[in-house]
């Protein structure tokens, strides 16, 4: 890999938008690809983005009397089939452990594709009494699911998240629980990663292994298709009665609990990628960049600007997260590098700026350019740095507002998806017959059933009978 | 397991130390066991314990130029078993992964034991010229070593750790990151965990496998025996030379990385507990202290009770991390749950605490009583944190200065250890075999080589032969 290579074309995203997403995780140094297939090394750069993802939302839990906690890596094998519905979900996946010191185990472990079963097996010891709920536990760990066909981010067989896992005393409170995780994940989509996202809940042949209802945001990326953002569960009373997870209540009465579990992943990574990203490389939101402006100087080896440079850049460390490149390659090679990482804001200052008294700064996300008096440098920053946030948001909002096409036929279904890939929605019966004779027509799945609905008729688009339901459908990652 | 089985009294820790430790980690509610052997559920408390180191010393890497990364959690069985000193240390101990997706695997994948071997493969891909270096990566994980006798915190299947991996130009380079690394973890152990530490180095025979040399901060438990606390490898360009990690040097010479790696794990957490505590449970040092001070309300139903108490705990939380039980259980209760919980200050306020204006403080370790002034809590509090802090750390020390003991012949050596568990010091010729015979007759290890030399005599406490180097040994952990 030469040093060179970052500043090669990447592939156009219009000619081959999965080799563009290839290139841009390689050339932004977000990965690399590691020995174990479907593995990857995240690298500084990526995992400065997971970090701060990480601390965003953690604060957010915390907020809400979540703690973390952490479960065991293996799952004992009679562990994981004990409800029913979530080992077929999972055990095509798993990855098993089948020696350990050099001795064939009794019991085979399987390294936790999700810890539902972990979770539950604790819960049952160590809650008796509704003054013990309700427990709210999170985990921040990595899990592995044995997937055939990996991709950086998208889907690879170890990836990082969090997956969250509570206990109540009543139906109604595991419920909201399961929405209000939702809208911690959606205002986070919207307001940290500037990706807007459509609420709502999964069909039944969509939900997860073992649960009652599953909720979920959707996204869309660049290219149309759809990304499932994050997931939130409710359980009802079935793992509690799976696993005996029982407790007096008030009236000293024995009832099960009812339980939910949530998370997001390093998938997250891939959305913000695939939603900003441009063919320059990376465009990362204020919010979520490691690396919010960088300052280049010009004419670096000219007395006092380098100097300078080091001047701004401590001035502006105490209003953003700064870098500065001060190694010996061109000012074009750091622009582009600079571009390729996605950094919203570059700051040029050069011996003519200094005896101005100004600076450039450009936007990564439009290339805007923009002098600077130096005396009002961290207003005009804060005030770019909220704009490009904003405006990253608005485009992307724009994309998936003007792609989202209605049908009342499954012709119609057909042929607006075969002239562009984009969401489309339509009435359902609620059959899972239609939704798989959807799937199988049009290659497009039921991605929700939004939380805000719109009556776009009172028959099914498959099979013509009754329906009160809109779906919103789409080809998915 | 009953609400009140945590007043019942634990263990005698004089008359049995492994059970008092067992108690411990479980009435204070650190860990849960799970249903996989040798692996622990960390339940919130403990967790949060080890959330507070990962954030201390996260911040002193990365102040020292250090990024976080993420390594994939296997290793292929080739991969591994590239250098031989590496493969022959960790192969007994790997949980192997024999079957992917419901088929049996071409390769083996190993659960990560440790990741020196991913860390050199990514370093031979990315490091080219001088100018990539240093490469100064972190991470934060778990790795599994399949241990035959498992303890909580000390020695377990799975756990989570820290491990450091750099690559360098030099061999000077590598040295001195070893050891600067030596001295975040020697400052860390003293000044935040409160546990006083000697720094050395190990000899061949416990240096880590495929090392050239490892250094080591070894502490002293209450029970007199020893535990290591961390180490620092120098791998000097051992594995460099076994993965091609070579680099252009400024003469446009190829060369070889000098590389290192360095570890903690939440056995420090071990450390904390066997070090502070009491017959009454966990001690912990106010810097490590998930909640540093507990205000317990007395006739918390009277009127103006609970809002003094709330008024406090607002007050008191913008200057330590504070807590309230409103619980409805008994004041005694809550006295002997926040001391087997080893929060170092307990703060109670009755109504005639509220009349007099003032409050009663309690200190965790020695249970000394002061009446405050509510006027001046905030100073009266910060400067009891501090106190507590510094005592501890101060009777740690006396603890372990006052149980070393000199040896200069193999039968004085096994007497002093027939009489009492202490550590011994002793001149050493520098032979493995008497390194071993040592271990044989008298069951110490050597701990380490410590920088602090003392001349106890010119012979080998073994042999006899001349010696001029220093050995503490001890029973370890």
Redesign the interface.
Known sequence: ???DIKIEAITDMETDFAQWYTDVVKKAELI?Y???RG??????YG??I??LIQKELDSKFKESGH??????????ES?LQKEKDHVEGF????????????EPLNE??I?RPTSET?FC??YA??I??Y?DLPKL?NQW??V?R?E?NTRPFLRTM?F?WQEGHTAHETAEEAEAETLKILDIYSNFYENILAIPVIKGRKTEREKFAGAKSTYTVESMMHDKKALQGGTSHNFGDGFAKTFGIQFTDKNNKLQYAHQTSWGVSTRMIGGIIMVHGDNNGLVLPPNIAPIQLIVVPIAMHKEGVLDKAKEIKERLSFIARVSIDE?DKSPGWKFSEAEMKGIPLRLEIGPKDIEKGQCVLVRRDNREKYTIQLSSLENEVSALLIKIQKDLFAKAKKHLDSNIRPATSIQEFESILNEETCFIKTMWCGDGACELEIKEKTSATSRCMPFEQEELGDVCVCCGKPANKMVIWGKAY
Chains 1, 2 share one sequence.
């Open positions: 890999m030469s040093k690399d590691s020995p174990v593995c990857m090394v995240l690298r500084p995992y400065a997971w970090e703690e973390n906690v952490y479960m065991p890596l293996f799952i004992p562990l055990a095509p996946e798993c990855a098993v452990v089948t020696i350990g010191g050099q085979r472990l390294v972990l097996d604790h010891n160590i008796e009494s003054r536990y760990c990595s592995v044995w055939k170890e990082l190694s």
